[in-house]
């Protein structure tokens, strides 16, 4: 004989509702109640039902549920955004250092000005460019200036014994 937890001979939903949860959430680990399930029509004892998408929005049931949209309808799908990720972080060196620049940025445009840019990796002579210049064998371009201070470090006062 075989009896359901809340102690009948038949499995119903309302006697599946009172288990709380056999499933769990794969991107957060909280649980998903199993009332979710059956409120939305959702077959309980299908243990792939929280990756399936019934209504083909490309949205999971468990993206749905913690989302708290309708799992069975198109129209009502969590944020796009939700979907995002990271795949990867690349980095890629900046080989270019601003050495100087001619000209007194409080007096002359920017546009007026010429600028000192080293390649640090193609061992070539400095560059001299104005604004809208490429650097020569790159694809990048000298688009902006912007002066900016740095504040000077405070200099700790050192004192030696005697």
């Known amino acids: 004989m075989i009896v359901a937890a809340c102690g ?8 599946l509702s009172a288990e709380p949860a056999r499933y769990k959430d794969s991107l957060t680990g ?5 009332a979710w399930f059956l409120q939305n029509g ?12 019934p209504d083909q929005d490309g949205f999971t049931n468990e993206d749905e549920w913690r989302e708290h949209t309708d ?29 100087a620049y001619g000209g007194d940025p409080a007096k ?30 790159t694809k990048y371009k000298l688009d902006k200036f912007v002066q900016k201070f740095a504040p000077q470090p405070r200099l700790a006062k050192t004192t030696f014994p005697n």
């Open 8 to 15: 009948s001979l038949f499995l119903a939903a309302t006697c």
């Open 30 to 34: 909280r649980e998903i109640p199993d």
């Open 42 to 53: 959702l077959p309980l004892d299908d243990p792939k039902v929280p990756l399936q998408d």
């Open 71 to 99: 799992p069975k309808n198109k129209e009502s799908h969590p944020a796009y955004h939700t979907k995002l990720f990271l795949e990867r972080v690349e980095e890629v060196a900046f080989r270019f250092v601003f050495m």
């Open 108 to 137: 002359d445009r920017p546009e007026r000005m010429r600028f000192q840019i080293d390649k640090l990796d193609l061992r070539q002579p400095s560059d001299f460019l104005a604004l809208g210049d490429m650097i020569p064998n």
